[in-house]
């Protein structure tokens, strides 16, 4: 279930909401008025969702890429060339 909180109680309960989103590791969301207004959420909170979206946008990137060729390459292909570079960054 969402916390959601008044933007007041940011602070004046400052202490509360940190402990919030460090141990139950949830974002919470602040209100203004009644709406939504702002997401509070840890440092590692913020940078898992930036590497979650590395990754989707990576992801997006190889699905276009495939689609637009007939190109395909095997498990072990991929992983032989993976090798090959990374014997060539050792020898660096």
Avoid: C, W
């Amino acid at each position: 279930m969402p916390h959601i909180r008044p933007v007041s109680d940011l602070r004046n309960h400052f202490a509360e909401i940190s402990k919030i989103v460090h141990e139950a590791q949830e974002p919470v969301f602040l209100t203004k008025n009644g709406h939504g207004d702002m997401v509070v959420m840890s440092i590692e909170q913020y940078e898992n969702m930036q590497y979650n979206n590395e990754i989707f946008a990576k992801l997006q990137e190889a699905e276009i890429e495939a689609n637009n060729s007939d190109i395909r390459y095997s498990h072990d292909e991929v992983f032989k060339q993976l090798r090959q570079r990374l014997r060539k960054e050792e020898k660096r």
